[in-house]
């Protein structure tokens, strides 16, 4: 009922509070009430048992971030006033006056990558919610399904891994993105949530022994459900090890698993990533090179940790580091040299492409781009492990999530690391991380300029795997985002980006067999050379 008036010139302009895109309430005055008031009418009215005050951490708004415990309180027992039966509540922030109206705890927003490193994590954590006599949590979750190099599709062996976690830690879990109009659209819903009620179903009926359950809920160990020829239900161990293919380069297409159960037929998944342009193209950003050290003004080491950044004499583009652990350990053996900018754009190029001279010792090298903080929360870490001697190239693209907690870092959180995603519109600065010296020693190396590149959807033809004599083609072309899942020679799926099948395969030659111990696998396939081929391979065995 408002219309547009006239203001002179000068006159004071004020706009409304917002929080998440929502106008808020002043929360002295009688409009903060209504609000409570007309959110306990639906709840009561509908015949509703639980209520999720998902933006409850939103209360800083209101008056000041010292003040959001008072205000976000004050709404909740207002609220409470006005129910006629209590509800299950959890809320996203937590005071001590919430304690007795809040019936349960520990849901967090969900993973975008590393989803079974981001579980442990939320177990763990979990872990205080029973010191506070309240039932624990493991949502809010999401099936995701391709969504470019800064996210990660769901698979059946990360539901399975929530589900078993739900078990043997006796919690539960809610979904989210899951409604009437979406579960006819992403075909890979209907496979997932098969299993998610299943599970479910065992769960809240107790199924299992408590001697079960203490298996299940082991950081890192993986299972499969199955049934038993009598009908029971039981649990099977399962391994799977994924690895990065970055090109048919003879390193990174070659390497070694551990079968720690017994001899077995080999049994995959071939997810195709995004790939980029060559680094030589005249169109790339240059992100930095290091004819000036001292504009990587942003310095900082661990203690005792010596580090150094310098131009190489005949070629001063090129960068060398040098850095000295005088500590005990590589743990938490970090050195950092950054360089900010104003506002660099490289949102049609968000691959780093960088050459590396390396030393062969083993430190981890860590190419870090991050957005203004108002803008993204995300850091999009990129390691690169310098196991090698003398020049290699790498395509940096996905960021990095599983292997953050292999390392101390003086950084990030939960969700930057594992949520968020970086803003490539508006990157802030550029970061070279160093860790894991080897104690008592010195790394140095050479890095070339680094410049950003475009990314390039890959195609891959006729992926084939070697284990030992014994080579099994796929004959088949991938594009980014579509995955290949190989259980036998008659049980071979192509899936789309949102887990469609696209057809069933059939493969041609013999079966591997992977060994009890280390096997040595071969990816290779008919690409032509204009682009590096790069996918995540995933071997898993039973025992």
């Known amino acids: 009922g408002t219309k547009a008036d006239a203001h002179k010139a000068g006159a004071k302009v004020h706009h409304l509070k917002e ?75 937590f005071h001590h006056h919430l304690w007795f109206v809040r019936a349960r705890m520990g849901a967090w927003d969900h993973p975008t990558r590393s989803h079974k490193k981001f579980i442990d994590i939320h177990c763990e954590a979990n872990e205080s919610v029973k010191r506070m006599f309240l039932p624990g949590h493991l949502g809010w979750w999401a099936v995701k399904t391709w969504s470019g190099p800064q996210g990660e599709p769901t698979f059946a062996d ?8 739900c078990i043997g830690n006796d919690v539960g879990f809610s979904i989210m993105g899951i409604d009437p109009s979406t579960i006819s659209k992403v075909p890979i819903y209907e496979r997932l949530a098969d ?22 809920k082991v950081p890192g160990d993986e299972f499969t459900l199955l049934k038993d020829v009598d009908g029971s239900w039981k649990f099977k161990s399962v391994q799977y090890t994924k690895h990065k293919v970055e090109g048919i380069n003879g390193w990174s297409n070659v390497w070694s698993i551990n079968n720690k159960f017994g001899r077995q037929p080999l049994k995959l998944r071939i997810e195709t990533l995004m790939s980029a342009g060559s680094y030589d193209s005249p169109d790339n950003i240059l992100i930095t090179d290091f004819a000036d050290p001292a504009s990587f003004s942003e310095r900082l080491n661990a203690q005792g940790i010596i580090s150094n950044l310098e131009s190489l004499t005949e070629d001063q583009t090129i960068g060398i580091y040098s850095v000295t652990n005088n500590n005990s350990t590589p743990i938490g053996s970090y050195a950092k040299f950054g360089r900010n900018f104003s506002n660099l754009n490289i949102g049609r190029h968000q691959a780093i492409g960088v050459w590396v001279y390396g030393d062969g010792q083993g430190e981890v090298l860590n190419f870090q781009l991050k957005s203004p903080e108002h803008i993204s929360g995300g850091i999009g870490d990129h390691y690169i492990i310098v196991d090698f001697v003398g020049w290699r190239y790498f395509e940096l693209i996905e960021p990095e999530g599983e292997r953050y907690a292999q390392y101390s870092w003086p950084y990030g959180g939960i969700y930057s690391i594992y949520r968020e995603s970086v803003n490539y519109n508006n990157i802030e600065s550029l970061n070279l991380w160093f860790n894991n010296i080897p104690a008592g020693k010195t790394v140095k190396c050479q890095i070339k300029p680094i410049k950003a ?91």
């Open 195 to 216: 299993i998610m009620r299943q599970y479910e179903e065992l769960r809240r009926s107790n199924y299992f022994s408590d001697e079960v359950k203490a298996k299940l």
């Open 158 to 165: 990360d539901i399975e891994y929530l589900c078993c976690k």
């Open 453 to 543: 590149l475009p990314l390039v959807n890959c195609e891959i033809i006729n992926p084939a795997i070697t284990i030992g004599d014994e080579t099994i083609v796929f004959p088949v072309e991938m594009e980014s985002g579509f995955y290949l899942e190989f259980n036998s020679i008659s049980d071979c799926k192509l899936y789309g980006q949102k887990g469609e099948l696209i057809k069933e395969i059939i493969p041609q030659g013999n079966v591997p067999n992977l060994d009890k111990g280390v096997n040595k696998v071969k990816f290779t396939c008919d690409n032509p050379s204009n682009i590096n081929v790069r996918a995540n391979v995933t071997i898993y065995q039973t025992y």
């Open 19 to 93: 929080c998440f895109g929502l106008f808020v309430p002043d929360p002295d005055t009688t409009l903060f009430e209504e609000v409570a008031e007309k959110t306990a009418n639906m709840y009561n009215e509908c015949g509703f048992d639980m209520m999720y005050l998902d933006a409850l951490d939103g209360e800083d708004v209101l008056g000041g971030a010292e003040n959001g415990w008072h205000y976000g309180s004050k709404y909740v027992f207002e609220l409470w006033k006005r129910i006629r039966k209590p509800a299950i509540m959890e809320m996203s922030t």
